[in-house]
């Protein structure tokens, strides 16, 4: 069964934007991360944050954890053409365990 | 970084015949693998954790006769889809976690898998 879910569904932008996607989920977990795909390819890991953390940067990216409301959200700053994908969080309860996926976020970005 | 390599990216085949997808870790030992399905334009559903040296275990509704799993060694798990059927048709992926490493999960490029 799914336990993340994003919002928006689907987002649409201008490069030199900001994206913000935002991602809820249910039962306890150990860490949340967020992956990319590009149409018809593999998921590519974005970041991974732990329960025990508030936030995290990674390049263009932050990602936020508010455990108390189990809510995420990534941010992608100065957004390009490129980074037009969709985007999913998914929850792990532990640190080899499996995953639950979001229904992801389809993120347009235009030149 | 962790690698996971997926053959094939894409098969064609007809209804009745099976289907064998191979993922491998490439520079890592991963005890475990994990198979996902996704339907275009929907997230990745769990079919299975597959388990070196013993039996996968499967999720709710997943039929475990027809998506066999094999993971006999440290670098490879396989799914064979037996007697595929045109609703068989999906996007197979698979991945593994480098426990070494602080990374999340490595997926597989996937496969495409028609059913005709």
């Known amino acids: 069964s799914q336990q993340g879910e994003e919002d928006p569904q689907a987002l649409s932008i201008q490069e030199g934007e900001n994206a913000t996607m935002n991602c809820s989920y249910k039962?306890?977990?150990?860490?949340l991360q967020w992956y990319r795909q590009n149409s018809g390819r593999g998921l590519v890991h974005l970041i991974l944050?732990?329960?025990?953390?508030r936030e995290k940067h990674s390049g263009r990216l932050r990602v936020t954890l508010d455990t108390s409301k189990k809510s995420s959200s990534l941010l992608i700053t100065a957004s390009r053409a490129a980074d037009t994908a969709s985007y999913f969080c998914?929850?792990?309860?532990?640190?080899?365990?499996?995953?639950?996926f979001g229904k992801g976020i389809t993120l347009s970005v235009r030149p | 970084g962790a690698v996971v390599s997926q053959h094939p990216s894409r098969v064609i085949c007809k209804s009745g015949t099976s289907v064998k997808i191979e993922c491998r870790s490439l520079?890592?030992?991963?005890?475990?693998m994990f198979w996902y399905r996704q339907f275009p334009k929907q997230s990745l559903m769990l079919m299975a954790t597959?388990?070196?040296?013993?039996?996968?275990?499967?999720e709710q509704g997943v039929e475990k006769d027809k998506f066999l799993i094999n993971h006999a060694s440290l670098t490879l798990s396989t799914l064979t889809v037996t007697s595929a059927h045109p609703e068989d048709s999906s996007f197979y992926i698979c991945?593994?976690?480098?426990?070494?490493?602080?990374?999340?999960?490595?997926f597989g490029s996937g496969t495409r898998l028609t059913v005709v």
């Open positions: 991945s593994a976690r480098d426990l070494a490493g602080n990374y999340g999960y490595t």
């Open positions: 039962t306890s977990i150990n860490n």
């Open positions: 944050i732990r329960s025990n953390e």
């Open positions: 998914a929850t792990g309860t532990g640190a080899n365990s499996k995953l639950t």
């Open positions: 520079d890592f030992q991963a005890t475990t």
């Open positions: 597959s388990n070196e040296g013993s039996k996968a275990t499967y």
